[in-house]
Antibody, heavy 127, light 107 residues
Framework: EVQLVESGGGLVKPGGSLRLSCVAS????????MNWVRQAPGKGLEWVSS????????YYADSVKGRFTISRDNAKNSLYLQMNSLRAEDTAVYYC????????????????????WGQGTLVTVSS | EIVLTQSPATLSLSPGERATLSCRAS??????LAWYQQKPGQAPSLLIY???NRATGIPARFSGSGSGTDFTLTISSLEPEDFAVYYC?????????FGGGTKVEIK
């Protein structure tokens, strides 16, 4: 069974830092691109960052570029999000999510949609 | 950045009725559009990818259509468990973007 378990959320003051972790199980973590998606309280979904399976490709939303860093440790089946210079508008539930892979005609494809999600970890930025 | 606009914001329907949800992109995303369902207190779940392909285990009452800038998610006959919020998401260009959501509520 695929499982993604986030941790590391909490209350932090503006300008502070947090490191989120996501531990994966039930699949070959090193074969999948992974993502962070957030959801502010009562609001919609916002993509935050993506990292390819070997960390060769990394992407960020403009809203977090220069402040957040995504990384992974395939030996530990873990995904991370280092969040610095936090702002009130970063308050949200942060989900880790796996890229979807499908096979057709003998070839397999990884696409940037999210087929498994963790339960989320709440980050609150407030003084 | 590609902006996705979902309409209506809220859809009030009764079980057994047909639901039609719209997602419009600010520029063409080809067929690279997905739909998700989110229930209160839960993470989203993938319904449809690449406009019309149902994800594993998704009932046939869910169908997606469209290409370019206009997309539709149709629920042919609403079941009680289908009342939720639905989001579209494009993967045509970075940054990946989501629509603002459509809430399907019980009338």
């Amino acid at each position: 069974e695929v499982q993604l378990v986030e941790s590391g959320g909490g209350l932090v003051k503006p300008g502070g830092s947090l490191r989120l972790s996501c531990v994966a199980s039930g699949f070959t973590f090193s074969s999948y691109s992974m993502n962070w998606v957030r959801q502010a309280p009562g609001k919609g979904l916002e993509w935050v960052s993506s990292i390819s399976s070997s960390s060769s490709y990394i992407y960020y939303a403009d809203s977090v570029k220069g402040r957040f860093t995504i990384s992974r440790d395939n030996a530990k089946n873990s995904l991370y999000l280092q969040m610095n210079s936090l702002r009130a508008e970063d308050t949200a539930v942060y989900y880790c999510a796996r890229d979807f892979r499908y096979c057709s005609g003998g070839s397999c494809y990884s696409i940037e949609v999210f087929d498994y999600w963790g339960q989320g970890t709440l980050v609150t930025v407030s003084s | 950045e590609i902006v996705l606009t979902q309409s209506p914001a809220t859809l009030s329907l009764s079980p057994g009725e047909r639901a039609t949800l719209s997602c419009r992109a600010s520029q063409s995303v080809s067929r690279y559009l997905a739909w998700y369902q989110q229930k209160p207190g839960q993470a989203p779940s993938l319904l449809i990818y690449d406009a019309s392909n149902r994800a594993t285990g998704i009932p046939a009452r869910f169908s997606g259509s469209g290409s370019g800038t206009d997309f539709t998610l149709t629920i042919s006959s609403l079941e009680p468990e289908d009342f939720a919020v639905y989001y579209c998401q494009q993967r045509s260009n970075w940054p990946l973007t989501f629509g603002g959501g459509t809430k399907v509520e019980i009338k």
